[in-house]
Nanobody
Framework: QVQVVESGGGLVQAGGSLRLSCAASGSIFSINYMGWYRQAPGKERDLVARFTSDGRTMYADSVKGRFTISRDNAKNTAYLQMNSLKPEDTAVYYC?????????WGQGTQVTVSS
């Protein structure tokens, strides 16, 4: 019922920036949650940033002050602006959209930070 597609990943040097996009389609009116997660090899998938129910934002301590989650409702797209990237940010980044009945994960986009 809902499809989400991430894009914008790539290779970047430490200190650089990337902006990830999460485009939602389908029954987007039913989405009541969106957030960004990441998973490094051999690690569990962890929350990076999310919207709260009142439209505010929440961040993992490891990215607070460096990452910003935002959205463009007209484009049905959420973004993750990642600044001051560190090698430990290297992971596959996933977008999650939730409805009352289901969770929808994107395919993931690889972010690799060198140095």
């Amino acid at each position: 019922q809902v499809q989400v597609v991430e894009s914008g990943g790539g290779l970047v040097q430490a200190g650089g920036s990337l902006r990830l996009s999460c485009a939602a389609s389908g029954s987007i009116f039913s989405i009541n949650y969106m957030g960004w997660y990441r998973q490094a090899p051999g690690k569990e998938r962890d929350l990076v940033a999310r919207f709260t129910s009142d439209g505010r934002t929440m961040y993992a301590d490891s990215v607070k002050g460096r990452f910003t989650i935002s959205r463009d409702n007209a484009k049905n797209t959420a973004y993750l602006q990642m600044n001051s990237l560190k090698p430990e940010d290297t992971a596959v980044y996933y977008c999650l959209a939730r409805t009352v009945s289901s969770s929808y994960w994107g395919q993931g986009t690889q972010v690799t930070v060198s140095s």
